[in-house]
Structure formats: C-alpha cells, structure tokens
C-alpha cells in the first residue's frame, strides 16, 4: 500500500456582499456586456467590515473539519495561500489555529498569489507524507477588493474575495494525490504586481496587470503543466473526469481545455459568479463541484493555477 493524501472534506466562505457588474457599470466606464464577453465575469463577492482574509479561512475551514468529520484538535498542520494577509505578521495561518482552539500545530502562510492554494497543497502533501502530520487544513483565502484600483477598469471588474479549504488526511489506498508539479518564473514579475508592500513604500499598494501578456502567458503554461502532471501520475487526457482550474477568466479556461483536447463539460466553471479570488479559487470551486454532486468519490481531478510572479502549478488526484 501507498501513503497518501486523501482529501477528507471541503468547504468555503463568501462574503456577505455580492457585487454585479452593473453595480460596477454605475461609477466606471464599463458595461456588464464588455466585462461577460472578455472575461465570463457576472459578479463577485465583497469583503465588507469585519469580514478578512483570516475570518473567510476561519469559516471556510470549520465547513471543511465539519464535512471531514474531523476535530480541530486532530489538525497537525495548516498552510494557508494568501496573497492578502490580514497584518503583514503574524501569518493568517495561526491565526485559523486560534480560532479553531489548536493548542500547538504548525501552521503557516505561503504566497504564490492565483497559485498559492498549488503551492500549499503540494507543501501539505509533502508533509504529510513524510509523516510531520496525519491531518493537515489547507486553506486559500484572499479580500483582493481591498489592494484593487477602483478608478483602473482593467483590473477592478476582474477580481473578489472569498475563501476554500480541504482537510488532507494521510490514508493508505488508491484515493488521494497522485502527483503534484509547480513552477515560477520570476522574469515576469512586472506583468501581474503589487505596487508596494512593508519594504518599499510602506503601504500596502494597488494591483497592476497587463491583462493580454498574462493572458498568452497562462493559456501556454497551464496546458504545459497540466499534460506535465498527468504524465508524473502516468495518466492522459482520457482519464479525467473534472478539471478544476485557477477562475481568471473564461476564455483562459476554454482555450486551455481546447489545447489539451479536454471537454468543456468536464471543466467546474464558478468564474462567472466568484470572479478573479486568486488563491481561493481552485477551493472554492472544488467545493462547489463537490457540494452539487459533480465531483464523487473516486473520480480523477485535476486541480491548476497560474498567476503573479510568473507562478504555475497543478495536481492529479483520485478523490
Ligand atoms: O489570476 C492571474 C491571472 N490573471 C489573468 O489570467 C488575467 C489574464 N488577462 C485577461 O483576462 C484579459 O487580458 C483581460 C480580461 C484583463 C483583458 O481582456 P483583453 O481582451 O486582453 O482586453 P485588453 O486589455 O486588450 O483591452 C481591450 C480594450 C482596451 O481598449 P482600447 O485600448 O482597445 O480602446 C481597454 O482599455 O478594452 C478596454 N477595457 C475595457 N473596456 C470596458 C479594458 N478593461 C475594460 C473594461 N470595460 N472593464
């Protein structure tokens, strides 16, 4: 038998407020007919007082032990993907610990921005392999609503904020991950940036995108490691079931399942209603696929992601 890293259950959180693009339309000049034809975007959730990126995890995660049946008190390890932290210290991750009543675990953030829940998962899996823990929460949590230009309509109409996680247990069998692959390339760190942070301005700063570069970027790095990962768990094309992509933008998704000879139908689309929540996204939408019967016990699952740095990455697994 083979260890491996079962996911166990899922869940996620949104803010209260809902944003339709009309709602944008009425202060920028944009229109909900450019934002769903370039983008696939209808709406997207907005943080409001008292709701963070550590409250949207908090919730996320008690959904995901609830759905594991789990106790908090079992959690070895958390990793939580953010972009997005409440305080530049200490991490979101402990404080997910706090909230949850864990005495002593390790828990910690990882950033790699769209692809930081890859990232995290992969660390987690890693971790729990090597036997650190038996039960890990793997957390993507971002309020990108509150580093957005809300005057720059290229970017502001793209973007929401919301949280998903997955309990990973260490089980023998067939379920679980059966390969993980990332990627960075940091040559293209000034196509999808933040401008400033606690070592240069001393302010948070604002998101900048060149939307078209990033754009031609991901389609060519998700197919590349997607058929990258596929062949690391010696498996093709033919033998999935669900793609769960990094929600950027619909025509990334449809370009990218065209390339690898995927069908739509088996790509979980949350893009039109979520927008753009960075590292949130893949759980998010794992967890809407998973709630609404589509992803089932045993089914081959895809999960990948691409955003800032250049960061990419994606896993297989048998759920
Ligand atoms: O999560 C990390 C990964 N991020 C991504 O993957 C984002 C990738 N990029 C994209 O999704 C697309 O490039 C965008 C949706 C950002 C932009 O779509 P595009 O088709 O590449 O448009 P564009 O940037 O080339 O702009 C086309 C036109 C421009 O006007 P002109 O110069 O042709 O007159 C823009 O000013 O569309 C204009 N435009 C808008 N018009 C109405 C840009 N944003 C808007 C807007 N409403 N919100």
């Given amino acids: 038998m083979t260890v491996r890293s079962v996911i166990a259950g899922v869940g996620s959180a949104l803010p209260e407020r809902r944003m339709d693009n009309a709602e944008l339309a009425a202060t920028l000049d944009t229109s909900d007919a450019w934002i769903v034809e370039r983008t696939g975007i209808k709406s997207r959730y907005i943080a409001g007082d008292g709701e963070t990126t550590a409250t949207l995890a908090i919730d996320a995660s008690r959904k995901a032990l609830a759905d594991a049946g789990v106790e908090a ?91 998903g996680a997955v309990v990973l247990r260490s089980e023998d069998g067939e379920r679980g991950i059966l390969a993980t692959r990332l990627h960075a390339d940091g040559r293209h760190n000034d196509l999808l940036f933040v401008d400033g942070g606690p070592s240069t301005t001393g302010t948070v700063g604002k998101l900048r995108m060149k939307g078209r570069e990033v754009f031609r970027h991901a389609v060519v790095n998700l197919a590349d490691v997607l058929g990258e990962v596929l062949g690391a768990a010696g498996l093709s094309t033919a033998d999935v079931d669900w793609v769960v992509p990094h929600q950027a933008n619909a025509r990334i998704l449809d370009a990218t399942a065209k390339k690898l000879g995927l069908s739509p139908e088996k790509v979980v689309v949350t893009v039109d209603r979520h927008a753009n929540t960075s590292a949130a996204s893949v759980p998010l939408a794992l967890d809407a696929a998973v709630r609404d019967g589509r992803i089932k016990r045993g089914d081959v699952v895809v999960l990948e992601a691409m955003g800032g740095g250049f960061t990419w990455g994606a896993a297989v697994l048998r759920y």
Avoid: N
């Avoid at 079992?74 to 005495?103: C, H, M, N, R, W």
């Fill in 73 to 163: 008190s079992e959690v070895g390890l958390i990793v939580l993907a953010t972009a997005t932290p409440d305080q530049t210290f200490p991490s979101s991750a402990t404080k997910v610990q706090a909230a949850l009543g864990i005495d002593d675990c390790v828990a910690f953030d990882v950033h790699a921005v769209c692809t930081g829940f890859l990232y995290a998962l992969t660390v987690a899996d890693s971790m729990l392999r090597s036997g650190a823990a038996t039960s890990a929460l793997v957390i993507g949590s971002e309020t990108f609503s509150r580093i957005l230009d809300w005057e720059d309509r290229g970017t502001c109409v793209l973007f929401g904020d919301g949280a």
